[in-house]
């Protein structure tokens, strides 16, 4: 699911204020990235106990949505269709998808652990299998994902990040694919290596972001050439014979 669909989750991260723990930090990601071939970072994360109690109170009866207001947004999407030609439709699309270079995809794990992986956004969900493969603790047994709510299998491998509606970001669930009364496996569900990437973050400074633009640069104004305003265009006049 998209992120801004989900409950507010809070990481917990290491501080790193030492430039010389930034500096390592950026170095071990760095490494996990050669090693599993994209950029890959591992949190804990838990289900702010404020947002599980504003979902749980009653909405006031005039937020309701009701069958007028169904019906009214069905006709604006109707409206919207046949005022635009496919052709339009089709460039408006393209030039959407254009701009979304890239798809964060954070796999959560039964143990309140994260994944986040980076992909560019033509990928398909099968790289995302790919690469839990490489990660998982335990890669011999069948697993799947899944999104929620309500709970989904992702059985299509073949969408792209963008198609399947998880760029430029989203939240995929990992469970085990095991037979009726077989036990899950405890975790940790990553893989050592991976696992110490926990709360790991580059230095902002050396990882900027790639969508940003550089700032171009400052060119200084040519001083203005006008003649004051006092200052007139001496004309001869015409009686003047010389």
Same mark, same amino acid.
């Given at each position: 699911?998209?992120?801004?669909?989900?409950?507010?989750?809070?990481?917990?991260?290491?501080?790193?204020?030492?430039?010389?723990?930034?500096?390592?930090?950026?170095?071990?990601?760095?490494?996990?990235?050669?090693?599993?071939?994209?950029?890959?970072?591992?949190?804990?994360?838990?289900?702010?106990?404020?947002?599980?109690?504003?979902?749980?109170?009653?909405?006031?009866?005039?937020?309701?949505?009701?069958?007028?207001?169904?019906?009214?947004?069905?006709?604006?999407?109707?409206?919207?269709?046949?005022?635009?030609?496919?052709?339009?439709?089709?460039?408006?699309?393209?030039?959407?998808?254009?701009?979304?270079?890239?798809?964060?995809?954070?796999?959560?794990?039964?143990?309140?652990?994260?994944?986040? %992986?980076? *992909?560019? &956004?033509?990928?398909?969900?099968?790289?995302?299998? $790919? +690469?839990?493969?490489? @990660?998982?603790?335990? /890669?011999?047994?069948?697993?799947?994902?899944?999104?929620?709510?309500?709970?989904?299998?992702?059985?299509?491998?073949?969408?792209?990040?963008?198609? %399947?509606? *998880?760029? &430029?970001?989203?939240?995929?669930?990992?469970?085990? $694919? +095991?037979?009726?009364? @077989?036990?899950?496996? /405890?975790?940790?569900?990553?893989?050592?290596?991976?696992?110490?990437?926990?709360?790991?973050?580059?230095?902002?400074?050396?990882?900027?972001?790639?969508?940003?633009?550089? &700032?171009?640069?400052?060119?200084?104004?040519?001083?203005? +050439?006008?003649?004051?305003?006092?200052?007139?265009?001496?004309?001869?006049?015409?009686?003047?014979?010389?």
């Amino acid at each position: 699911m998209l992120e801004d669909s989900l409950p507010a989750l809070k990481r917990r991260r290491f501080s790193i204020a030492d430039p010389m723990d930034a500096s390592f930090a950026t170095e071990k990601l760095a490494a996990a990235k050669q090693n599993y071939g994209r950029e890959i970072c591992v949190f804990e994360t838990t289900i702010s106990q404020t947002s599980n109690n504003a979902s749980e109170s009653e909405e006031p009866d005039d937020l309701e949505f009701t069958t007028e207001d169904y019906y009214r947004i069905l006709s604006t999407k109707k409206e919207d269709k046949y005022l635009k030609t496919k052709k339009i439709r089709d460039a408006e699309a393209a030039a959407s998808r254009s701009r979304i270079t890239k798809a964060v995809i954070r796999v959560r794990f039964p143990d309140n652990h994260t994944l986040e %992986a980076t *992909f560019h &956004p033509s990928e398909t969900l099968q790289n995302l299998i $790919d +690469l839990l493969v490489k @990660v998982v603790a335990r /890669p011999d047994l069948p697993f799947y994902l899944y999104t929620t709510p309500p709970k989904k299998q992702i059985k299509d491998l073949s969408q792209d990040f963008y198609s %399947a509606g *998880f760029a &430029p970001g989203a939240i995929v669930y990992f469970s085990y $694919d +095991l037979p009726k009364g @077989v036990d899950t496996p /405890p975790g940790p569900f990553l893989k050592e290596d991976v696992m110490s990437l926990k709360g790991l973050e580059p230095s902002p400074a050396q990882n900027p972001d790639p969508d940003q633009p550089a &700032p171009e640069p400052v060119v200084a104004a040519a001083p203005s +050439l006008q003649k004051p305003a006092g200052e007139k265009k001496m004309v001869k006049p015409k009686w003047l014979k010389m």
